[in-house]
């Protein structure tokens, strides 16, 4: 049985709340399919890069560590924070 592809909401922020969703209930996977276009068209979107790091550390470290170090110039302290934990995790596994 095939998956069916998530439904990416046209709002970023909406569709980083979805992809939070997916992650916690460990849908790494799905997560990514959310992310993916809200990167494509808000290249910049600091958040979208925190959560794409967290979907993406399990399977591929390199790409997740890409997208944390985007995330550490988010203005939000916690996220800032968050990204630095993800990157000693995932430096610490190489």
């Given at each position: 049985?095939?998956?069916?592809?998530?439904e990416?909401?046209?709002?970023p922020e909406?569709?980083?709340?979805?992809?939070m969703?997916?992650?916690?209930?460990e849908?790494?996977?799905?997560a990514?399919?959310?992310?993916e276009p809200?990167?494509?068209?808000?290249?910049?979107h600091?958040r979208?890069?925190?959560?794409?790091?967290?979907?993406l550390?399990?399977?591929?470290?390199?790409q997740?560590?890409v997208h944390?170090?985007?995330a550490?110039r988010d203005?939000?302290?916690?996220?800032c924070?968050?990204a630095?934990?993800?990157?000693?995790?995932?430096?610490a596994?190489?």
């Amino acid at each position: 049985m095939k998956t069916k592809p998530y439904e990416t909401p046209a709002d970023p922020e909406a569709a980083c709340d979805q992809a939070m969703l997916l992650l916690e209930h460990e849908q790494d996977a799905q997560a990514r399919q959310v992310l993916e276009p809200v990167l494509a068209a808000h290249p910049e979107h600091l958040r979208a890069h925190l959560y794409m790091a967290m979907a993406l550390a399990k399977t591929d470290a390199e790409q997740a560590s890409v997208h944390a170090t985007h995330a550490l110039r988010d203005s939000d302290a916690d996220r800032c924070k968050q990204a630095e934990a993800l990157l000693r995790m995932l430096s610490a596994e190489q």
